[in-house]
């Protein structure tokens, strides 16, 4: 902690947030408001979603799935997206609070994207006859799901958390390939999944009743996770400080 | 060259080659990446008989025949070309003419794609029924969908 204190003060702007008492007093501000945006943004889109927005006019109902399972998706791709820039800048910059973004962001995609491929499975017994097939998309969020797991396991598995979150690391930028397959995966091959809506080139092709909701919950998943990062980022530190004092008093006693 | 900076361009050329050796794997594996075959697929690769195979494509048109015991059979089309389909079992709901379907099984002796899995696809659009009737009415609907949302 006090070798990664007296570094982050010799160098230059990109360490400006590094100091961990600078980051925490930030940390602090954005807090409620992000906790407050976050439920806000998930009761209206829930409320939008499930009461106000109409029913599909081939799935009926059912459609209601969407509005957990597409946010749940793009965010279990933010997540991971944001790992790996933690991960590279914890490589190249050895910035010292990157390994712990992105220690701390992994639960939080492990968790969404197990959500987007159990409302997924859920919405395709219904609606395609079958609760999973090995299709490209289907199998490439697998995989990712699959990395998450790993990089919780590697990043645990070392006696020095250093050395931990730089083997994380280095998982995290391999599996950084499996993004654009995910994401690409619809168009470059034939796929059970539908192709995107939202993202399409031109018009959306959801309409606009169904879009808000939807856009409503990505936003408020997004405070979801901004929230959870803060809380668990703030335990971590408090966690590597205690090591350190243990460690002082170890070597003192 | 600053260490920093070396790091930097070991981590890029790391990078850069995976997605290299992703592109060549991706594109090498491409035919079993694919999960169905379009019935134009089906045509040009002259599969071997009686291989497991999915094809999908739409239900053509005033194709499904329904028999006794679930007994169902319908044709398969791209639009440029088509392949009859014999099924028995339990279709999903989204089952319908104009619609896209994946079909695993095999092709027989006589052309006829004998399958023992139908599952429905869903298109990318969502919209409330309402609109989907207005955009039949002002005849803004592609034709292959048209029966589907009867």
Known sequence: MNRTATSSQQSGSLHRFANPARFLRLAQAVFPWSAGAMALCIAAGLYLGLFVAPPDYQQGESVRIMYVHVPAAWMA???????????????????????????????????????????????????????????????????????????????????????GQKAAAVLTLVGVVNLPIIKFSVDWWNTLHQPASVTRIGTPAIHSSMLWPLLLMALGFTFYYVTVLILRLR??????????????AAEEG | MTRKRRRLYIVALGMLSLAVAA?????????????????????????????????????????IQRGADNRVSFVVTDLSN???VTYQGILPDLFR?????????????????????????????????????????SGEWRPAEESAAQ
């Open chain 1, 77 to 163: 791709l933010f997540v991971y997206a944001n790992m790996a820039l933690a991960s590279a800048s914890l490589l190249i910059w050895r910035h010292p609070l990157a390994g712990l973004i992105a220690k701390a962001s992994a639960p939080v995609g492990t968790a969404f994207t197990f959500l987007a491929l159990f409302t997924g499975s859920l919405w395709g017994k219904p609606m395609w006859g079958t609760w999973w097939v090995w299709d490209a998309r289907l199998t490439s969020v697998l995989i990712l799901f699959f990395i998450y797991l790993g990089h919780m396991a590697l990043i645990n598995a070392f006696e020095n958390p250093e050395r």
């Open chain 1, 235 to 248: 335990a971590e530190m408090l966690a590597s400080r205690l090591r350190a004092m243990n460690r002082l």
């Open chain 2, 23 to 63: 592109a060549l794997v991706l594109t090498a594996f491409e035919d079993n990446l694919v999960f169905f075959y379009s019935p134009t697929d089906l045509k040009e690769k002259e599969l071997p008989e009686g291989r497991l195979v999915r094809i999908g494509g739409l239900v053509e048109e005033e194709s």
């Open chain 2, 82 to 84: 088509s392949v009859p």
């Open chain 2, 97 to 137: 003419e104009g619609q896209g379907v994946v079909a695993q099984g095999s092709l027989g002796p006589d052309g006829v794609f004998v399958a023992r899995e139908v599952l429905a696809r869903h298109d990318e659009n969502y919209m409330p029924p309402e609109v989907a009737e207005a955009l039949r009415k």
